[in-house]
């Protein structure tokens, strides 16, 4: 099993591991985003995360596939939540299964650092002050060639 | 004559204000390098590639031998003065990579008014009378007055052809010297180059993130002869304060991730993507 979706309900983490259950399963571990109340000094009241359903989930799954192909994996699932989210929600679950701890460790890693990097998803952060921002577009003023590639600012 | 004449084409610019590499933007089915290169390959023993020290791997720029810029030289000076220190006895024909309107009858102009008895042989501009430095033949004799110029702090190319004797001609096109600098000159070229395919499209686009709220939308259809993604994008920012620029966004066609060279499609559904930040 290969599946990335979005949600624009709350994530119902307690129901997904079931999904990467399977005999052939030796271990599972899961990666869980949450919302945080600061990013770069200052303090965050809300999130909201706005998607290219269409491509976002192609991309999604394409990383998934990714994953399977570079790791002995026996399922993966990665479910992003879009809208407004408060602090303490879970922005992103990442669950994988595989006969052994190290790929499934391994691939859910890969998992949530390449959904960070190339799916297009974006998050704007509520502040405090009452100022808001897309995270990675206000404040990189100057243009850089590979604005895609730059360590993301927000890493949970 | 025994002295070769190689051909320079000049591909190690930063293309600030195009936003986007100039030497792979796709006027003519192939990157504008790429076509640069062949249409100077007939009138030349070999083709160069002038570059940045940081542009050595780029494979944009692989697929002919370089000349890297010395270090502590900058801008098409640098290249020129690069290449003569590589190979002193021979006679370069600069090429700038960035005009889309450069035709075989200014190049045979040039190849045939050639003078070697001055330093260079270039053409008149059309819009000034000063010397085109960028579409020129530099003469070896040439090479230790542009390393003295060099050497005395001096910059810019066209200056050097004013200051030494210099063959000038008239070019049998005016616009074939005309470089293309911006997103918008490059999309009004595209559709003086192709007049066909500039006919009025139907595009919906939707936008998102910051882009959604600059454009005060999410989505809508438009009328446009815009050829390209690019090209569409430049004729947005005309419209809306979009704040990124375009090589801070990729670009999507009908759900896949696309190059901004393709062409757009009556009915094609375009999304621009700013800098993502899932998770």
Request: aromatic content about 8%; charged content about 20%; glycine content about 6%.
């Amino acid at each position: 099993m290969a599946i990335f979706e979005f949600s624009h309900a709350p994530l119902t983490v307690a129901d997904y591991p079931r999904r990467l259950a399977n005999v052939a399963s030796g271990g599972f571990c899961a990666f869980e985003g949450w919302v945080r109340n600061h990013n770069e000094g200052l303090a965050v009241t809300r999130l909201e995360y706005q998607a290219f359903e269409l491509l976002g989930v192609r991309e999604g799954a394409r990383i998934i596939e990714e994953a399977r192909s570079r790791f002995p994996i026996n399922a993966a699932l990665c479910v992003h939540r879009l809208g407004d989210l408060g602090i303490g929600d879970v922005a992103v679950w990442v669950g994988v299964s595989a006969a052994h701890r190290d790929e499934a460790f391994r691939a859910c890693r890969y998992i949530i650092d390449e959904v960070k990097h190339r799916a297009p998803i974006w998050k704007k952060e509520h502040y405090v002050n009452g100022d808001s921002g897309w995270v990675n577009c206000e404040r990189c003023a100057a243009p850089a060639a590979h604005t895609h590639e730059h360590a993301h600012a927000h890493d949970h | 004559m025994s002295e070769p004449l190689y051909g320079l084409v000049l591909a190690g610019g930063r293309s600030s204000r195009m936003q986007s590499d100039k030497a792979r933007l796709q006027y003519h089915g192939e990157s504008q390098l790429e076509h640069s290169c062949r249409l100077l390959a007939p009138y030349v023993d070999q083709v160069f590639v002038s570059v940045r020290d940081d542009q050595r791997g780029d494979p944009a720029r692989a697929s002919r031998p370089q000349v890297v810029d010395q270090p502590g030289l900058a801008g098409p000076i640098a290249g020129i003065a690069s290449a003569q220190a590589l190979h002193p006895g021979a006679a370069w024909w600069v090429l700038a990579c960035d005009l889309p309107f450069l035709d075989q009858a200014t190049l045979s102009a040039l190849a045939q008014g050639r003078s070697r008895s001055a330093l260079a042989t270039a053409f008149r501009s059309a819009h000034d009378g000063e010397p085109e430095p960028l579409c020129a033949i530099y003469e070896p004799r040439s090479s230790a007055a542009v390393a003295q110029y060099v050497a005395d702090g001096g910059q810019c190319p066209r200056k050097f052809l004013r200051l030494h004797p210099t063959h000038l001609l008239t070019a049998p096109n005016a616009r074939a010297l005309d470089n293309i600098n911006t997103p918008q000159e490059y999309a009004a070229a595209m559709q003086d180059l192709n007049p066909a395919a500039a006919t009025t499209k139907s595009i919906r686009v939707q936008y998102f993130a910051l882009l959604r709220d600059q454009a005060g939308r999410s989505h809508e259809q438009l009328a446009t002869s815009a050829r390209t993604a690019a090209a569409l994008f430049a004729e947005l920012q005309q419209r809306y304060p979009f704040t990124l620029a375009m090589d801070q966004l990729r670009v999507a066609i009908n759900a896949e991730f696309a190059e901004w060279t393709q062409d757009l499609r009556d009915g094609d559904e375009v999304v621009f993507i700013p800098p993502v930040a899932g998770g």
